[in-house]
């Protein structure tokens, strides 16, 4: 199993930017495709973003395509999730996750390790 540790969560105003962290550690990161997913009261744990393990492919859901950008350091065991514009409604904890990859689109059950969940909040 791989551990994982996000960082970078808080407080922002609506239109405003952060950058989400996951660090990894316990198994080669680089064999891993990577995914960041949130989870709003009462909903559902949602995909928001996936990167593949060479960082070549990626996939984002399309309420945020265009605003967030993921992307890997293989050398840092690192994840990240840059979000800009941010909106109400991407209010959330956010989590990375560990997988072995995904064929067509990617879904939860293609992830198996999971962080503990940073808090995002867009103030409007």
């Known amino acids: 199993q791989v551990q994982l540790v996000e960082s970078g969560g808080g407080l922002v105003q609506a239109g405003g930017s952060l950058r989400l962290s996951c660090a990894a550690s316990?198994?080669?990161?680089?064999?891993?495709?990577m995914g960041w997913f949130r989870q709003a009261p009462g909903k559902e744990r949602d995909l928001v973003a996936a990167?593949?393990?060479?960082?070549?492919?990626?996939y984002y859901t399309d309420s945020v395509k265009g605003r967030f950008t993921i992307s890997r350091d293989n050398d840092k065991n690192t994840v990240y999730l840059l979000m800009n514009s941010l909106k109400p409604e991407d209010t959330a904890v956010y989590f990375c996750?560990?997988?072995?990859?995904?064929?067509?689109?990617?879904?939860?059950?293609?992830?198996?390790?999971w962080g503990q969940g940073a808090q995002v909040t867009v103030s409007s």
């Open positions: 996750a560990a997988g072995a990859g995904w064929g067509g689109t990617p879904d939860k059950g293609d992830f198996h390790s």
């Open positions: 990167i593949s393990w060479s960082g070549y492919r990626t």
């Open positions: 316990g198994r080669t990161f680089s064999n891993y495709a």
